[in-house]
């Protein structure tokens, strides 16, 4: 059949309008997918996607949330952490990601107290929080923290020589409530002979290393707030037990004798020996997600005297290779098994708790050192974290999510000798030998035409 040359041109304009058209339709589907995403986990248990908890949470932020994340010029860390946060950007439009080299910024990073590659600040509601685990439940829990709009005042004793969370100097706190103040816990003192009576709406008393004795009417005003169920934190330090212990005989917690003292810090370095070293923590809200070791400078040993109003659990404990050393310490010093010295393993923290006739429970925590939070030393390894997490936890802020770890049930494929040599020869011999056979049927088919 003769086509004419004004059909000829009619084909050839239709084929261009359909070609203009299909490369238009291209191109807008290209623009939609910018606009709008789809996005399908078909996993087994939908480990790549958000579990329903945390899409619960996302779903009652309003406000944008803001996530710096200081990583060094690593493909692998930098792509997990922009996985894990486009999880959550998938469910909440207003999250953004900053991903900064602490190498090119270190200004930057010293600022906002960075000590691990990879860790992440964020930022909502005016409030910030640190992390430094790169998984759902951290990221859940602390977008959790920060949403908490409950007002908290933690009150710090002074009058006798405490730690001041308002100064600058080694020994005190001011470093310590300034990383309280960036999660929302606001800090305040009181001298109880100037202000005789404590603030009804405080959240919890700290006792930071007092140096003097308590007067009688200040022990009878912590006495009252203790009896009111309110929640206390008490760090003393060693050879202390006679100024805190109008405390301490009320809480069933007595002090030993002597000053921690930790071999095992020989192996980091370190060449004081009165540094004890904490590496294990037991399954406690405030400690169960610390993962690097805490520093505790000159820390006193402690024991449960038998007071039964309070349960006590050991909350901080030394390794093996520690001890209570009562004599000076200088020289070449060795555990002493004549005297009134205890073998390592020491405890220097307990948490105590209390259930009222409400129903409601007291929280209270001794722990027999303060240095670890004082300026110098809060930045030694999980000892930011360990303070952070104890005065929530002594604050009742418990609500952290839970959120099962997910994993491929089967990651491992199991094959036996007869299926590894019957894969074998297939993949060698009966596969090749069906493409060469139906190639050579194709050819002389063909060339029976």
Same mark, same amino acid.
């Given at each position: 059949?003769?086509?004419?040359? !004004?059909?000829?041109?009619?084909?050839?304009?239709?084929?261009?309008?359909?070609?203009?058209?299909?490369?238009?339709?291209?191109?807008?589907?290209?623009?939609?997918?910018?606009?709008?995403?789809?996005?399908?986990?078909?996993?087994?248990?939908?480990?790549?996607?958000?579990?329903?908890?945390?899409?619960?949470?996302?779903?009652?932020?309003? !406000?944008?949330?803001?996530?710096?994340?200081?990583?060094?010029?690593? #493909?692998?860390?930098?792509?997990?952490?922009?996985?894990?946060?486009?999880?959550?950007?998938?469910?909440?439009?207003?999250?953004?990601? *900053?991903?900064?080299?602490?190498?090119?910024?270190?200004?930057?990073?010293?600022?906002?107290?960075?000590?691990?590659?990879?860790?992440?600040?964020?930022?909502?509601?005016? +409030?910030?929080?640190?992390?430094?685990?790169?998984?759902?439940? /951290?990221?859940?829990? /602390?977008?959790?923290?920060?949403?908490?709009?409950?007002?908290?005042?933690?009150?710090? =004793?002074?009058?006798?020589?405490?730690? *001041?969370?308002?100064?600058? /100097?080694?020994?005190?706190?001011?470093?310590?409530?300034?990383?309280?103040?960036? +999660?929302?816990?606001?800090?305040?003192?009181?001298?109880?002979?100037?202000?005789?009576?404590?603030?009804?709406?405080?959240? =919890?008393?700290?006792?930071?290393?007092?140096?003097?004795?308590?007067?009688?009417?200040?022990?009878?005003?912590?006495? *009252?707030?203790?009896?009111?169920? +309110?929640?206390?934190?008490?760090?003393?330090?060693?050879?202390?037990?006679?100024?805190?212990?109008?405390?301490?005989?009320?809480?069933?917690?007595?002090?030993?004798?002597?000053?921690?003292?930790?071999?095992?810090?020989?192996?980091?370095?370190? #060449?004081?020996?009165?540094?004890?070293?904490?590496?294990?923590?037991?399954?406690?809200?405030?400690?169960?997600? =610390?993962? /690097?070791?805490?520093?505790?400078?000159?820390?006193?040993?402690?024991?449960?005297?038998?007071?039964?109003?309070?349960?006590?659990?050991?909350?901080?404990?030394?390794?093996?290779?520690?001890?209570?050393?009562?004599?000076?310490?200088?020289?070449?010093? +060795?555990?002493?098994? *004549?005297?009134?010295?205890?073998?390592?393993?020491?405890?220097?923290?307990?948490?105590?708790?209390?259930?009222?006739?409400?129903?409601?429970?007291?929280?209270?925590?001794?722990?027999?050192?303060? #240095?670890?939070?004082?300026?110098?030393?809060?930045?030694?390894?999980?000892?930011?974290?360990?303070?952070?997490?104890?005065?929530?936890?002594?604050?009742?802020?418990?609500?952290?999510?839970?959120?099962?770890?997910?994993?491929?049930?089967?990651?491992?494929?199991?094959?036996?000798?007869?299926?590894?040599?019957?894969?074998?020869?297939?993949? =060698?011999?009966?596969?090749?030998?069906?493409?060469?056979?139906?190639?050579?049927?194709?050819?002389?088919?063909?060339? !029976?035409?």
């Amino acid at each position: 059949m003769k086509i004419s040359r !004004k059909a000829h041109q009619y084909i050839r304009l239709q084929n261009i309008a359909f070609t203009l058209l299909f490369l238009g339709v291209i191109g807008l589907l290209a623009w939609l997918s910018t606009q709008y995403t789809a996005q399908s986990d078909w996993t087994a248990n939908g480990r790549n996607s958000l579990s329903s908890p945390s899409i619960q949470l996302l779903k009652k932020l309003n !406000k944008p949330i803001e996530i710096t994340a200081y990583a060094s010029e690593s #493909d692998i860390l930098r792509q997990q952490i922009s996985e894990l946060v486009a999880k959550y950007a998938h469910h909440k439009t207003d999250v953004s990601l *900053n991903i900064v080299n602490p190498d090119m910024r270190p200004d930057q990073a010293r600022e906002e107290g960075i000590t691990s590659d990879g860790e992440l600040i964020i930022r909502y509601n005016d +409030k910030r929080e640190s992390l430094q685990q790169l998984n759902e439940q /951290a990221l859940t829990n /602390a977008l959790q923290r920060l949403a908490n709009s409950d007002q908290r005042w933690v009150v710090f =004793l002074t009058g006798h020589g405490e730690r *001041n969370p308002a100064g600058q /100097a080694n020994f005190d706190f001011g470093v310590f409530a300034a990383e309280l103040k960036n +999660k929302g816990i606001n800090s305040q003192t009181i001298n109880l002979a100037a202000t005789p009576s404590i603030p009804t709406n405080t959240s =919890l008393l700290v006792i930071a290393d007092p140096q003097a004795q308590f007067l009688n009417g200040e022990v009878t005003i912590i006495e *009252n707030y203790l009896a009111s169920g +309110k929640p206390l934190l008490l760090l003393s330090e060693p050879n202390q037990s006679a100024i805190v212990e109008p405390l301490t005989k009320q809480l069933g917690i007595e002090l030993l004798p002597g000053t921690v003292v930790d071999a095992t810090t020989q192996l980091f370095g370190i #060449d004081e020996p009165t540094f004890a070293l904490v590496t294990q923590y037991p399954d406690h809200l405030a400690t169960k997600h =610390l993962q /690097a070791m805490s520093l505790f400078p000159g820390a006193a040993g402690l024991f449960v005297s038998g007071n039964n109003k309070y349960t006590a659990e050991p909350f901080l404990s030394t390794l093996e290779r520690s001890w209570t050393e009562t004599g000076p310490i200088e020289g070449q010093i +060795k555990f002493n098994p *004549n005297t009134d010295e205890k073998q390592g393993p020491i405890t220097i923290g307990y948490t105590l708790s209390h259930t009222n006739d409400l129903a409601k429970q007291q929280r209270v925590a001794v722990i027999g050192d303060a #240095d670890f939070l004082s300026n110098s030393f809060l930045g030694n390894g999980a000892n930011l974290d360990l303070g952070i997490s104890l005065v929530q936890w002594l604050n009742h802020d418990d609500s952290l999510i839970d959120i099962p770890a997910k994993t491929a049930p089967d990651t491992v494929l199991e094959i036996d000798e007869t299926w590894s040599l019957i894969f074998g020869l297939g993949f =060698l011999f009966v596969l090749p030998s069906l493409f060469i056979i139906s190639g050579l049927v194709i050819w002389v088919k063909r060339k !029976k035409r």
